[in-house]
C-alpha cells in the first residue's frame, strides 16, 4: 500500500485527533473564562455549562463509544499508546497540558505547548477588566460578553447535531461510529469558525490579539499533521523529541492567470477555477488524504502545515504521490499552468511561511503556462489558437476553445440569476464610457516572515520590574534589578553556575511557568530562544554576556506564532471584505437618484430571433443607436449597458419604456445575415451594481468601478486604513492605485496594467528615514508631521492609548523605530537584534507617546498611483508618477473646493483650462524655480482672482508645485468630464 493510501486509511482515526484539538478549548466559550482565565476546563465540567444541548452525554464515554476510533489498532502494540488509550472527546478537554496528557494526548499536548507558550509567553498585563478582542495589529473591538453565553447553547447545539451524523443507530443500545465525510467535517470546522471567532483566546494584553478560533485552528493543525506523521514514522514521544513540522505549498501566478481575460466572463471564470481549484486543493490535503490544513493563501497560490517525516535518502515518501494528485486536479479544472509544490524546512515555531512566499515569488516568476504540448494531433494544427487562453484550439465557428467559451457562459448564466452582479463593463461605465481599475495593496512580506512582530513588545522592564518588586521578599538584597542591565547581569550569573538560587528561580518563574528550575540553560534558555525559530545568532554568540543579553530582548517582545501569522491573514483579509462591501454601499447609494443606472430592461420582438447562443450578446439598432443586447428566450432581450446612454429617449425608466414601444429594432447576426422586427413589450428585468471584484486576497485586492466614483472610493478606503491601521502604518504600507479607460478597452491590457502596478508598488516598498518636524498632541493620539531626506512632509495620526481605554496608554502595538544609529533614550527597547563584525548591533523602538520633535524615525510609505490608459502601450508606464497616498484626500478636498467655485458662477470651466494652460507653459518654459513660483503667483491672482491672503491660495500654490493640481484637474476634467449644469454656467 502507498504511503498516501496509509494516511487515507487512518482518515477517521487523523480527523478525530483534529476534531478533539477544537473542542479541548471549549470552556473559553464563556463569560465565566474571562473572569478566571484558569479555569476554563473546570467550566466545562459544571454541567449547566452543556445546557440542553445534549453534546456532553454524545461525546463522554458513558457509552463506551469512542475508544475504538479515537485510538489506532496498529499502534496498539506499543505499551504506552495501549496503557494510555483516548476514552471519549471529553478527553481532549481534561487532559491536554504536559503535566497531565498521556499516550496519544502527548500529541496535542504538545501542539498547545507550543501554541500556548509562545503566545502566553511573559505577558506583559494582569487580566483586563473588560477583555477586548484586538486584530493582529492592535486596533480593539469590545466583545458582547452576554451575546456569548446567549449563543452558547446554539453553538453547542449544532455541534451536537453534526456530531450525532457520525454516529450510526444513535438512539438504539448498540451504536457504532461511521467514517466522517467531507460534508459533515466541513460543517463542523464551520461551526468551530462561527462560534470560536466570537471569542479570545487569552484575557492578558497583548495576548488578547488571538481570537479563540485562530488559536484553537493552529493547535488543531499542528496535531492533525503530528497524527499523520506517526500513521508514516510510527510512534515518537512529542513531549521529548520536540516534534516540528514543514509548510507545503502549491504555487503558481493568480493574478496574471486571471488578467489573461479578454471579457469580464472570462475574468470571472477564472477567478472561479482558481477558487474551485484552490478548495479541491484543501479537501484533497485537509480530508481526502488528511495531512494538514490550510495556512494561508495569496495571489502566490495556497500553503499547507505538513508532517515532517521521517526522510530517506533525502525524498519525502509522500511528496511524489500527492504531487501526481495535485496535478490531476490542474487538468480537471482545465488551468493551462504550471503548478510548483515544494516543502519549506522543518521548523518548530511555524514561523517559516514568509520564506515559503518569498521562494514561491520566484518559482512564479517567469511563467504560469503549462509545458504541456499545445498540439495533441496532426489534425489539429491547422486550428487557429483560442483568442482567450492562446493555449486550446478553438471551436470551428467562433472566437474561443470549448473551455474558454464554458467559463464564460457560465459566468452569464449566474450574471442573469443574482440581482446585483454584473459582467458587463457596459454597465460598469459611467456615462462618459470611463471605468476605473481600483488597486489595493497591502506589503505583508515582513509580517509573514515574522520581521516586523518583534517592534511588538509582550511586556514592559518598567512593568515586569513593578510586579516583581511587589512579590519579592525585601530582606533579600540579591532580588533588587534596578534596571534592565541588573537583569541583564541577574542572567548572565545564571549561565555562569549551574545552581541556581531561590531568589533566582523565582526571577525565571516571574517569566514562565515552571514547577521546578533545576537547569537553566535547559529549562528556560533554550525553552525562550526555541520560540524565537532562529538558531543562527545564537550560535554566533561566544560569551554568556552576550547571551544574556539577547535572552532579555526575547522576554519583552512578541513572538510571530503560527497564530499570529494566521491572525495577518484574517485581518488584512477582513480588510478587503469590508472595502468590498463599502464599495458596494457606495455605488448602490446612488440608486434613489437615479433610477435608470441600476436596472435592466426586457426587450419582447414580434419576430422571433432562434439558433443564437443564449450567453451571448447580440448587436442591435434602435432609432440609430446601437447597443449590444443578451437574448433569454426566442423573443425576449435583455439590455447589458448604462441606461443612462439613453437618455435622450427617456428621463427615467417609465419614460424610455414608452418610447420604445412599437419601434424597430435591427439585429446583426454576422457580417451577412441580419434581422428585423418590431418591439412588441418593453419590461423592467431585474437590477444590478456596476461593479466587480475580480480579486481579492489578503495581500492584493483588485475591483472595477464608474470612473465617476474612483477618488470618493479610494479617499473612503484610505479613512478605514488610517482608522483600523493607525498603530502600524509606519510597517504595514498600503498601496492604492486608480487606472482609468475607456470601456472599449481590451480587458485584459487593462488586467495587465493593473499586474504591472503591483508589481511597481512591490518594488517602491522600502524603509526609509524621516525627521519628526512637529507634533500635534491629543489625549488619545499624536498627529506627526514627517520629512523625509527630499524634503517631502506627510502626515501620521497615531493613536497612542487603547480604543476605548484613553487611561491606558498603548505600549504594546503603537511603537516607532528609532532610524538605525540614531541615540537611544530611557523609554526605547531593543526590537532587533545582530552581530556584525563581532559585535552586538541593536535596532531601538520607542512608544508614540514618547516620541519627540527631531526625532529620526523609520517608515515605509504607502503610495498612490492615478493614471489613465489613452492606447494600450500606456499600460507599460502605469508605475510612474506615483505619489504618498495621503495625496488621495488632497485630491478630493482640492477638486471639492474648485467645484464650489463653479457651482457658485464665480470661475467658469474655460477659467479653468486657460489657469491650467498658462502654469503648464510656465513649468514647461522656465527653469529657475523662483521664476515659476512668482508666475504660478500672478496666475493664482489675475486669472482665478484669488487673495494671497487666502487659504485657498496657499493651497493651490503649493498644489501646483507638487503636481497635485494636475493629476486632480486632469481626473475630473479629462476623466469625469465634470461639468457644471447649464443654469450654473452660462458661459458654457
Not at 87 to 110: M, P, S, W
Not at 140 to 152: F, G
Not at 374 to 396: A, M, V
Not at 621 to 641: G, R
Request: include cysteine; charged fraction near 30%; aromatic fraction near 12%.
Amino acid at each position: 500500500m502507498s504511503d498516501l493510501n496509509k494516511i487515507k486509511e487512518k482518515r477517521t482515526f487523523i480527523l478525530f485527533g483534529e476534531i478533539g484539538a477544537f473542542f479541548h478549548l471549549l470552556g473559553r466559550f464563556s463569560s465565566k473564562f474571562y473572569n478566571n482565565p484558569a479555569s476554563y476546563k473546570k467550566i466545562c465540567g459544571d454541567t449547566s455549562f452543556w445546557g440542553n444541548s445534549g453534546l456532553h452525554d454524545l461525546i463522554s464515554d458513558s457509552k463506551s463509544l469512542w475508544e475504538k476510533y479515537l485510538n489506532d489498532e496498529n499502534l496498539n502494540e506499543i505499551e504506552e499508546l495501549r496503557k494510555n488509550t483516548v476514552k471519549c472527546i471529553c478527553c481532549f478537554i481534561k487532559y491536554h497540558t504536559r503535566n497531565d496528557a498521556k499516550g496519544l494526548l502527548k500529541i496535542l499536548a504538545d501542539a498547545h505547548g507550543i501554541v500556548s507558550g509562545i503566545e502566553k509567553y511573559h505577558s506583559a498585563s494582569n487580566p483586563m477588566s473588560k477583555p477586548n478582542l484586538s486584530n493582529a495589529f492592535g486596533y480593539e473591538e469590545n466583545i458582547n460578553y452576554k451575546l456569548i453565553d446567549e449563543r452558547r447553547d446554539e453553538f453547542l447545539g449544532s455541534l451536537k447535531k453534526n456530531m450525532g451524523k457520525i454516529i450510526k443507530n444513535n438512539n438504539s443500545s448498540n451504536p457504532i461510529i461511521t467514517p466522517i465525510t467531507l460534508e459533515t467535517y466541513r460543517e463542523i470546522k464551520e461551526i468551530f469558525k462561527t462560534y470560536y471567532s466570537l471569542a479570545i483566546a487569552e484575557t492578558r494584553r497583548p495576548n488578547n490579539d488571538l481570537s479563540l478560533y485562530s488559536y484553537a485552528y493552529s493547535i488543531a493543525t499542528l496535531t492533525k499533521s503530528n497524527y499523520s506523521k506517526i500513521i508514516i514514522d510510527g510512534w515518537e514521544d512529542p513531549l521529548q523529541k520536540k516534534s516540528k513540522w514543514k509548510i507545503l505549498r502549491i504555487n503558481f501566478d493568480v493574478i496574471s492567470l486571471i488578467s489573461k481575460g479578454t471579457k469580464v466572463g472570462h475574468i470571472e471564470g477564472y477567478k472561479n477555477s482558481v477558487n474551485q481549484f484552490f478548495d479541491e486543493i484543501k479537501d484533497l490535503i485537509e480530508f481526502r488524504y488528511p495531512l494538514g490544513n490550510e495556512l494561508y493563501r495569496d495571489t502566490t497560490g495556497i500553503y499547507f502545515s505538513y508532517p515532517n517525516f521521517n526522510q530517506i535518502n533525502n525524498s519525502d515518501p509522500l511528496l511524489d504521490e500527492l504531487k501526481a494528485e495535485i496535478n490531476k486536479i490542474v487538468r480537471q479544472n482545465n488551468l493551462e499552468i504550471d503548478v510548483h509544490i515544494a516543502l519549506s524546512e522543518p521548523s518548530r515555531t511555524m514561523t517559516v511561511l514568509g520564506s515559503s512566499i518569498s521562494s514561491a515569488v520566484k518559482d512564479i516568476s517567469f511563467t504560469h503556462i503549462t509545458t504541456e504540448s499545445l498540439s495533441q494531433n496532426e489534425e489539429e494544427n491547422n486550428k487557429e489558437i483560442c483568442w482567450n487562453c492562446l493555449f486550446r484550439y478553438k471551436e470551428n465557428s467562433g472566437l474561443y476553445c470549448q473551455v474558454c467559451n464554458k467559463r464564460y457562459e457560465g459566468r452569464v448564466k449566474e450574471c442573469m440569476k443574482l440581482s446585483d452582479m454584473t459582467i458587463w463593463l457596459d454597465e460598469i461605465a459611467d456615462i462618459n464610457n470611463n471605468i476605473a481599475l481600483l488597486i489595493f495593496s497591502f506589503d505583508l512580506e515582513n509580517w509573514l516572515y515574522g520581521k516586523y512582530f518583534k517592534t511588538f513588545r509582550s511586556n514592559s522592564f518598567e512593568m515586569w520590574q513593578r510586579k516583581w518588586q511587589e512579590s519579592c521578599k525585601k530582606e533579600q538584597n540579591e532580588c533588587k534589578i534596578g534596571s534592565l542591565e541588573d537583569l541583564i547581569k541577574k542572567f548572565e550569573t545564571m549561565l555562569n553556575n549551574k545552581k541556581l538560587t531561590e531568589c533566582e528561580k523565582e526571577i525565571c518563574k516571574s517569566f514562565i511557568k515552571v514547577k521546578s528550575l533545576n537547569n537553566f540553560q535547559q529549562e528556560f534558555f533554550d525553552p525562550v530562544v526555541e520560540r524565537e525559530g532562529d538558531s543562527t545568532l545564537v550560535k554566533q554568540l561566544h560569551n554568556n554576556h552576550e547571551r544574556a543579553t539577547y535572552l532579555v530582548y526575547l522576554l519583552f517582545r512578541k513572538y510571530a506564532s503560527l497564530s499570529r501569522i494566521l491572525g495577518v491573514w484574517t485581518t488584512t483579509q477582513c480588510f478587503f471584505d469590508e472595502i468590498a462591501k463599502d464599495i458596494k454601499n457606495s455605488v448602490s447609494k446612488f440608486a434613489d437618484t437615479n433610477d435608470k443606472r441600476f436596472l435592466r430592461l426586457e426587450i419582447e420582438i414580434k419576430d422571433p430571433l432562434s439558433n443564437t447562443n443564449y450567453s451571448l450578446t447580440l448587436p442591435a439598432t434602435i432609432e440609430n443607436k446601437t447597443l449590444n443586447l443578451l437574448q433569454v428566450q426566442d423573443n425576449k432581450f435583455v439590455t447589458t449597458l448604462n441606461l443612462e446612454f439613453l437618455s435622450s429617449w427617456g428621463r427615467n425608466i417609465e419614460e424610455l419604456k414608452e418610447f420604445l414601444k412599437n419601434k424597430n429594432i435591427d439585429f446583426k447576426l454576422d457580417k451577412l445575415n441580419r434581422h428585423s422586427s418590431e418591439i412588441k413589450g418593453i419590461e423592467q428585468y431585474n437590477s444590478y451594481l456596476p461593479y466587480l471584484n475580480p480579486i481579492s486576497y489578503p495581500n492584493h485586492m483588485i475591483t472595477l468601478i464608474p470612473a465617476e466614483h474612483a477618488i470618493e472610493i479610494a479617499n473612503n478606503i484610505n479613512k478605514l486604513y488610517l482608522e483600523k491601521f493607525s498603530k502600524v502604518r509606519d510597517r504595514l504600507p498600503l498601496h492604492i492605485g486608480i487606472i482609468g479607460f475607456e470601456k472599449s478597452t481590451p480587458l485584459n491590457l487593462v488586467m495587465d496594467a493593473g499586474r504591472r502596478l503591483v508589481d511597481s508598488f512591490h518594488s517602491k516598498s522600502k524603509t526609509e528615514k524621516m525627521i519628526v518636524k512637529k507634533i500635534h498632541q491629543n489625549n488619545k493620539y499624536k498627529t506627526l508631521i514627517l520629512e523625509d531626506l527630499k524634503g517631502k512632509k506627510q502626515k501620521w495620526k497615531v493613536f497612542t492609548h487603547i480604543n476605548g481605554e484613553e487611561e491606558i496608554e498603548d505600549i504594546w502595538y503603537a511603537n516607532i523605530r528609532m532610524a538605525e544609529g540614531e541615540e537611544t533614550r530611557s523609554e526605547s527597547f531593543v526590537y532587533d537584534f545582530k552581530k556584525e563584525n563581532n559585535k552586538l548591533k541593536k535596532k531601538f523602538a520607542i512608544p508614540a507617546s514618547k516620541i519627540k520633535e527631531g526625532d529620526v524615525i523609520l517608515f515605509d510609505k504607502s503610495y498612490l498611483n492615478i493614471s489613465y490608459l489613452s492606447n494600450p502601450s500606456d499600460r507599460f508606464y502605469v508605475g510612474e508618477g506615483s505619489r504618498l497616498l495621503e495625496d488621495i484626500s488632497q485630491i478630493k478636498t482640492i477638486w471639492e473646493s474648485i467645484e464650489e467655485k463653479l457651482k457658485s458662477e464665480k470661475w467658469t470651466i474655460n477659467k479653468i483650462y486657460h489657469f491650467w494652460e498658462q502654469i503648464n507653459k510656465c513649468q514647461n518654459t522656465y527653469d529657475d524655480e523662483e521664476i515659476k513660483d512668482e508666475l504660478i503667483k500672478i496666475h493664482l491672482r489675475n486669472i482665478l482672482e484669488i487673495s494671497p491672503s487666502s487659504d485657498l491660495f496657499t493651497t493651490l500654490f503649493h498644489a501646483v508645485k507638487s503636481g497635485l493640481l494636475d493629476t486632480c484637474l486632469h481626473w475630473n476634467l479629462k476623466v469625469r468630464k465634470f461639468k457644471p449644469s447649464e443654469e450654473n454656467n452660462n458661459e458654457q
